[in-house]
């Protein structure tokens, strides 16, 4: 489903911050994308959901090699890709329920149906009563389910999360984890950037690992 | 793109833009409408002198050298009519110059024969011409041509500048525009980069930044219009009081003012289009 090969990245005329990188994801897997600060995993995930255009490499997603399709076909192959974004990135002046809404609108979904999806699906992560909320009303954790609803309405061919644990205590890092599972179960494939070894541990899930802006063998973790 | 929930609303241009495109619109509105009347009043002009001659006797000239000079205009194929024009004619033409004290009445003033074609035609003047030279010397023969000539360069070369004003009034309203487009795009740039995350093609980015272009600029260049159209009532009135032959009439026609108000919803389009171009120009950065 995605390919890269050899992909190098830089910014601007600035060191590469991605090296060699080379790995498939298969539809329907689940891994983690793991390293120390700096290693490259934000940059990565940038190139995934096609942020950025590598400066060397070639890169396939859904059947599309990215160097050479037009940029007018990135809006479908972004469409197909779920993200939930460090910060969230929720849109302010909409509602949680327009926030979640907008990847359907865009999409040109009718609004009838939009509604009532929208509206299951927020009631599922427990933004029933918030339909109508602006997000900066809501706890962290609230913008948290409302990025991920977000992410995931379109039922996207890919889940990416960018240290969606970084600010969670263990017990909110587990139960986040067990919900990205319901979502992996509905055929996704999810990759999830993350430096929490503890949570790695209890959900063992396969790791690409980053170090030094290239991906490397992923070391046992200790038990 | 579905409802108006679609995007969320922009911060606005706020208040400078529709002040600004007001401005650029009433230029343009004055100008354009200074062009209109240009074109209306030679109409009139042209309508008023073409198709007649003048013939001029000198004041010395015994009496019987008018009645020659006008059996001899009257016999000439293609002229409709020739009359003697009265003193008091010629003494209130000259008024303007010498005023209302019977000055003219005292100045040894030449004879004016209006003289009226069937149809304008420069062979029939020709022909009087030909026949005056060989009859009767001392009479002139003025076909208006010359100075209407001079006139009508000046009032195209007034016209056209008044076109150059118009096109630079909406050619600098379109840069306001754009400017103003990308200091809201720097403004709204994480929502824009979302937007572009979450699949959003560049049309349907830059939807919100035309509706609220159309929308700002429509609102000033009706100021503008409004504006423009005091000032034209005013300039009307002006012209009305000073009973001048040439600006007699409406200068305006209803199709005039048609155009007038095309030229708001001109800016208003233009505007928008600015506002696309630059949101389309500024999204090509993104990947």
Known sequence: MIRFHNVGLRYGQGPEVLRDITFTLEPGSFQFLTGPSGAGKTSLLRLLYLAQRPTRGSIVMFGTELNKAPRRAMPDIRRRIGVVFQDFRLIEQLSVLDNVALPLRLAGQREERTTRDVTELLRWVGLGDKLQARPSILSGGEQQRCAIARAVVTNPALLLADEPTGNLDDAAAVRLLRLFEELHKGGAAVLIASHNTGLMQRFPHRRLQLSDNALVAAPALAA | ?287
């Not at chain 2, 922009?10 to 074109?39: D, E, I, K, R, S």
């Open chain 2, 1 to 287: 793109m579905t409802g108006p929930a679609t995007l969320p609303r922009l911060a606005g241009y706020g208040a400078a833009l529709p002040l600004l495109v007001a401005v650029m619109a009433f230029v343009a509105q004055l100008a354009l409408a200074g062009g209109l009347a240009l074109n209306t009043a030679l109409a009139n002009w042209h309508a008023e002198l073409a198709g007649r001659l003048t013939i001029e006797l000198p004041a010395a000239a015994p009496g019987e050298r008018l009645e020659e000079a006008l059996a001899l205009a009257r016999a000439t194929p293609g002229v409709r009519t020739a009359a003697a024009l009265p003193k008091a004619e010629v003494s209130k033409l000259l008024e303007p110059w010498l005023g209302k004290r019977g000055l003219a009445d005292r100045l040894p003033l030449p004879t004016l024969i209006d003289v009226a074609l069937d149809t304008p035609s420069a062979e029939v003047a020709k022909t009087l011409a030909t026949r005056l030279a060989g009859a009767m010397p001392e009479a002139v023969l003025d076909d208006h041509r010359l100075w209407f000539g001079h006139w009508v360069v000046l009032l195209h070369w007034l016209q056209f500048i008044a076109a150059g004003v118009v096109l630079l009034a909406v050619a600098a309203g379109a840069l306001v525009v754009a400017i103003a487009t990308r200091a809201l795009l720097a403004a709204e740039r994480g929502t824009v980069e979302i937007l572009h995350l979450l699949g959003a093609r560049d049309w349907q980015i830059a939807r919100p930044f035309q509706r609220e272009a159309l929308q700002r600029a429509g609102l000033g260049s009706l100021a503008g219009l409004a504006l423009a159209s005091l000032a034209l009532l005013l300039v009307g009135h002006l012209l009305a009081r000073a009973d001048s032959p040439i600006l007699a009439g409406r200068l305006l026609s209803w199709r005039d003012c048609g155009w007038l108000a095309a030229t708001a919803a001109a800016f208003a389009g233009v505007a928008m289009l600015a506002a696309r171009a630059t949101v389309l120009g500024d999204l090509r950065r993104l990947p």
